[in-house]
């Protein structure tokens, strides 16, 4: 009957209440994003219609008819499901634009294989060459793959960090410029030196007048002089900006988790050019060890070894002008 009727709609007015005092807090200081308003408004506009079919009969689809106890309870149930989407909405517009980090799945590690001369270029010929000819051929294809995979390096730093961090908005163009600006430059260099080292190689898969090529690509490393002296710099402006922006420190490390990386981040990325610098006297070296019987061979690669001497020292004297100016900064003078 009528004071029944009264009754029910009494039970479920503080679910309506409850309604309107929730979303008019969303809708009126614009909580929800333009995405998220379009989806709360089609479920405003159905719970009215639930609204209107239990509290004024006359206007729902069940015109005419009484509110019953199933309706109460169908409708009860329809309100939580509206009042349950509203909450995580709620919750997404008001935690921060930075997700907590996850790390990503685990994949295993890149690993780069390394081949022998003798077991990839030199199968048909190792067996009819000299130990010291053999010895010879193995240490330039050694030269030759780390080339490769250092190429490989910095091709995934300018593609995966460089123009990612400036295409999220994470770091400017000024930034990016004093972190990047040098990497296709070695890019080139180290392309151009790899693209000798393969001319050199003979109808047989043996390598011929390396000693020479590398004489004359040995200049192109005294930009390295002015890279290392900005590595200082560098290495300031990545820890500054890892301990102020959450931002950029989160995808450091997302990289770093990730297998293209092998477990090593931005910082050893960038500083690899100056440890492959420092390593190339050594392979050098070794190389003119087994090219005593070659005469042009030797003289050529003790010509280069001592213009890569005078490339060392310039690099050694840009990183303590680097190191020096630095710490003069600090000192906070009167």
Same mark, same amino acid.
């Given at each position: 009957s009528q004071r029944q009727q009264c009754s029910e709609n009494s039970a479920i007015l503080p679910f309506r209440h409850r309604f309107d005092e929730i979303t008019s807090v969303a809708?009126?200081?614009?909580? %929800?994003?333009?995405?998220?308003?379009? $989806?709360?408004? #089609?479920?405003?506009? #159905?719970a009215c219609n639930n609204f209107s079919e239990v509290?004024? +009969?006359a206007t729902g689809k069940n015109a005419g008819e009484k509110p019953n106890q199933n309706d109460f309870f169908v409708f009860k149930?329809?309100?939580?499901n509206v009042w349950s989407k509203l909450k995580k909405i709620w919750t997404r517009r008001q935690s921060p634009k930075s997700k907590k980090y996850r790390p990503p799945t685990f994949k295993p590690t890149r690993q780069r294989t390394t081949q022998l001369w003798s077991e990839t270029r030199g199968k048909k010929t190792a067996l009819s060459l000299t130990s010291q000819e053999l010895n010879r051929q193995e240490s330039i294809h050694e030269i030759l793959q780390g080339e490769i995979h250092f190429i490989e390096d910095l091709l995934m730093i300018q593609t995966v960090y460089h123009q #990612? %961090? $400036?295409h999220l908005g994470y770091i400017s163009r000024s930034?990016?410029? %004093?972190?990047?600006?040098?990497?296709?430059k070695l890019i080139s260099i180290h392309t151009e030196f790899r693209d000798r080292i393969l001319k050199a190689l003979g109808p047989n898969s043996c390598f011929t007048y390396f000693g020479t090529s590398v004489q004359e690509w040995i200049p192109n490393l005294e930009i390295y002089s002015s890279y290392c002296y900005q590595l200082i710099e560098v290495k300031k402006l990545l820890d500054e900006k890892k301990n102020s922006d959450p931002l950029f420190d989160d995808f450091l490390r997302r990289c770093l988790e990730s297998s293209f990386s092998r477990r090593l981040d931005l910082w050893s990325y960038l500083d690899a050019p100056r440890s492959r610098l420092m390593k190339y +006297? %050594?392979?050098?070296?070794?190389?003119?060890?087994?090219?005593?019987n070659n005469h042009n061979e030797f003289k050529a690669l003790e010509q280069a070894l001592q213009m890569l001497r005078d490339v060392l020292d310039q690099v050694d004297r840009s990183t303590g002008l680097a190191i020096c100016k630095q710490e003069i900064d600090k000192i906070d003078l009167p």
């Open positions: 809708f009126e200081e614009n909580e %929800l994003t333009d995405d998220d308003s379009k $989806v709360e408004e #089609s479920i405003q506009e #159905s509290l004024c +009969p149930h329809k309100i939580k #990612s %961090l $400036v930034e990016a410029d %004093l972190i990047f600006g040098w990497i296709p +006297p %050594l392979l050098l070296t070794q190389t003119q060890k087994f090219a005593k």
